[in-house]
């Protein structure tokens, strides 16, 4: 039986939770948004074995270029001498060439399982579905990946993105340069996308519609612009802060049932007979 | 007359009114309302005050069931119904994870007014694209000792099984309460 949801209703991390603590084998598919973007995981008893971005299982080439463990170049060529090209054969070819040992390999790909995974909790909106007893294509490399630091990683980038949400509550604002900056500007480096995202800094411009041309998702355009308001480069309108949050209220005592044993046994009873 | 009475609650079309149906030994008195949201594509009508159903033990006791409105709008009744409550019964929809948060939040709810025995009924086990009852738990955030039971809310089996395990759980309440109680 398929398990099927929404990630709003069901994120990741809870998913992730469910298959390390019910040891589950299978393969989560989710497709991002409403778009045609998808990711496969595959699990064998509870531990991540293999990632499928885009709706393909990547070669071991592909990933090892990935990881930058490799060179386009070198995987071509390796690719080029492989005969029937299961991973297990571009594996061998790459250790008998002496561009990768075994090591490399096995770390190369659990790098790149683990960078699957941390995208994926990016996507905040989409659906999702577990097919137990599903594997990846038998000619496809797996190495098992334990779960438990996966979902600690994505505890922690879930919070940062909830952190980012509530600093950056509303992204229907425009951004405008800080009148005076309270930092010296010369020692600032800015990255690409910190660069991308001030070129389009105007009035009219909402956040939401930087992050729309510069097809960025709502937790990267928050992480940008966050950095950029925190660095004392440009400003955001206040909006109101989120209702007031309480701590959770203790449980009060266990309180005694109203009734004696005996009058829930003979209800017992009753119950057993209808 | 003594009455004891234990309450049905869950989210929107959880099935809670149909739980009762299936025991109960008098058509259940119903306060549903045509909906006018929203919600409407899910069904016709819903609880807006509480559904009441009775099963009579012997001449001196009976039990009363009292089934909550799901919708979020009407849950000022919650904490009326669960007054003198024995235990409650919370069911979910196991096909539609899209009311898992809403159901943990019911929970935490009924809770926060009286820590009394409980029991999760994953209901609509007969849907193919039901969670099975342990992933459910998982997916709420349960502990260990909340019992999540299989349910099927239309067959008067299932829910007994659900009932008789909430008293089962009443029961081993009480026994841990009963010392405490005596200590003074």
Redesign the interface.
């Known amino acids: 039986?398929?398990?099927?949801?929404?990630l709003?209703?069901?994120g990741l991390n809870?998913l992730l939770?469910?298959i390390y603590?019910?040891h589950k084998t299978g393969a989560l598919t989710i497709q991002h948004g409403g778009g045609s973007t998808a990711a496969r995981l595959y699990f064998r008893e509870g531990k991540l074995i293999h990632a499928a971005m885009d709706g393909q299982a990547a070669r071991l080439t592909d990933i090892m270029v990935q990881v930058g463990k490799l060179t386009a170049d070198q995987a071509k060529a390796i690719r080029a001498r492989s005969k029937v090209d299961t991973d297990k054969e571009l594996g061998l070819l790459m250790i008998q060439n002496n561009v990768l040992n075994q090591t490399d390999i096995v770390q190369g790909v659990k790098n790149y399982l683990l960078e699957s995974v941390y995208t994926l909790f990016t996507w905040h909106t989409g659906t999702f579905r577990f097919d137990p007893n599903v594997l990846p294509p038998e000619e496809r490399i797996t190495v098992a990946v334990s779960l438990d630091h996966l979902i600690i990683e994505g505890s922690r980038r879930v919070q940062e993105w909830e952190h980012l949400r509530d600093e950056l509550p509303d992204l229907d604002l425009p951004l405008k340069f800080a009148d005076r900056p309270d930092v010296n500007i010369r020692n600032i480096n800015l990255s690409v996308e910190q660069w991308k995202v001030i070129s389009f800094i105007n009035s009219r411009n909402t956040i939401r519609q930087i992050a729309s041309f510069l097809k960025m998702d709502e937790f990267q355009i928050r992480r940008i612009v966050y950095g950029l308001q925190t660095a004392g480069l440009v400003d955001v309108l206040p909006s109101a802060l989120p209702s007031g949050v309480s701590a959770p209220?203790p449980?009060?005592?266990?309180?005694?049932?109203?009734?004696?044993?005996g009058?829930?046994?003979?209800?017992?009873d009753?119950?057993?007979r209808? | 007359m003594q009455t004891v009475k234990m309450v049905v609650t869950g989210p929107f079309n959880s099935g809670k009114t149909a739980f009762i149906s299936s025991v109960s030994e008098i058509p259940v008195v119903r306060t549903e309302r045509k909906i006018s949201d929203g919600t409407r594509n899910l069904k016709e009508q819903t609880t807006v005050a509480m559904d009441f159903g009775r099963i009579t033990v012997d001449k001196d006791l009976s039990l009363y069931l009292f089934g909550t409105p799901g919708q979020k709008r009407f849950d000022f009744m919650w904490e009326i119904l669960s007054e003198g409550m024995l235990g409650f019964v919370v069911l979910i929809d196991s096909a539609r994870p899209e009311t898992f948060r809403e159901a943990r939040r019911i929970l935490d709810t009924f809770r926060s007014y009286n820590n009394t025995p409980l029991v999760i009924g994953a209901n609509k086990q007969d849907d193919e694209d039901a969670w099975p009852p342990d992933d459910l738990k998982i997916a709420l955030g349960l502990d260990q000792t909340t019992r999540v039971l299989p349910c099927i809310a239309t067959q008067k089996e299932s829910v007994k099984s659900i009932l008789l395990e909430l008293l089962y759980v009443v029961l081993e309440h009480a026994a841990e309460d009963i010392p405490r109680g005596r200590k003074k």
Do not use: E, F, H, T
């Open positions: 039986m398929a398990l099927k949801g929404n709003k209703d069901v809870q939770n469910l603590l019910a209220m449980l009060p005592p266990p309180a005694l049932p109203p009734v004696g044993r009058v829930l046994l003979r209800v017992i009753r119950l057993r209808i």
